[in-house]
């Protein structure tokens, strides 16, 4: 197999391809939702590439847990505990999400997918790599690190911002089916995607929870692709409605 060296090298080189995925999207959108368009492939029904291209994180995480835990015996808490968190995430986001989400009439291009399915299989082995061999065992007192403890409240906030926010798009979604219009509530009053804002915020809790180059790489990724994403969604707002509100930032009450 690989050492750790050769393992943090093809992280790095994982990094420096999600430096080329932002510069591509500062100028690309990718085209689905709201910026869908033609000339990117056939295009599939959106719960159903929502599902398989979510699919890998937990596949791909569960087979490692059994082969860690059932195949060699292991059975070390923290490794537990961070499959936990990252399940809770990705089964609210492949199996949840998607249904609540009104996407039925929907579709993505195929392309589409495919990157995140690609994406999500290499992202998530790395990281279950990374927990379940690399860094493992965590000792269990590291559930009472200022990492962890830190991480850990940083991912549930997270994941309250992204969850609620995306809650106020559903309902808005219900409400008027064929057409977008101006979020007002939660922190959309502040910025325009504040369920991206809270995805960030959840992986940026993860990298420091594990305090690995896997985890804050993959909080990397993120923000490469969320980033370009919330700054063409604000310029979409304001193209689309003269009315919306100029203070309104991006991204980062306050900030940007
Ligand atoms: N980890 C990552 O890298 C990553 C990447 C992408 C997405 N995500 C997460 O996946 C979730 C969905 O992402 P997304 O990019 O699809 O989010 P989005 O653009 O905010 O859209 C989410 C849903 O809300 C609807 N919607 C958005 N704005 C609306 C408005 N003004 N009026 C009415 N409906 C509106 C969308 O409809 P339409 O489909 O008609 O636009 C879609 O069904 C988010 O929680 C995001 O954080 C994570």
Not at 17 to 39: E, S, T
Not at 142 to 157: D, K, R
Not at 208 to 223: C, D, E, N, Q, R
């Amino acid at each position: 197999m690989f050492s750790e060296a050769q393992f943090n090298l093809f992280i790095l080189t994982w990094v420096a391809l999600a430096i080329v995925v932002f510069v591509i999207l500062m100028f690309i959108n990718a085209p689905y939702g709201r910026h869908l368009r033609d000339g990117w492939g056939i295009n599939i029904p959106a719960r159903l590439g929502w599902i398989a291209m979510e699919s890998p994180t937990i596949i791909v995480m569960t087979l490692y847990v059994y082969y860690y835990y059932f195949v060699l015996g292991r059975s070390e808490l923290v490794g537990a505990l961070f499959y936990l968190i990252w399940i809770t995430h990705y089964f609210h986001r492949t199996f949840v999400w998607p249904f609540r989400a009104q996407i039925s009439k929907k579709v993505m291009p195929i392309s589409i997918a495919l990157f995140a399915f690609f994406f999500n299989t290499i992202n998530t082995s790395i990281n279950a790599e990374s927990i379940f061999k690399v860094h493992a065992p965590y000792p269990a007192h590291w559930i009472t690190s200022p990492q962890f403890i830190c991480g850990a409240f940083l991912f549930i906030v997270g994941m309250y911002i992204n969850i609620s926010s995306d809650n106020i798009l559903i309902k808005m979604r219900k409400q008027s089916p064929d057409d977008y219009v101006i979020p007002k509530s939660g922190l959309y009053s502040w910025v325009s995607s504040p369920n991206y804002l809270g995805e960030i915020l959840e992986w940026i809790g993860w990298a420091i929870a594990t305090w690995s180059l896997a985890g804050f790489s993959f909080a990397f990724w993120v923000i490469a692709n969320l980033v370009p994403r919330a700054r063409s969604n604000h310029h979409w707002y304001l193209e689309k409605f003269e009315e919306y509100p100029k203070n309104r930032k991006k991204l980062i009450p306050g900030v940007w």
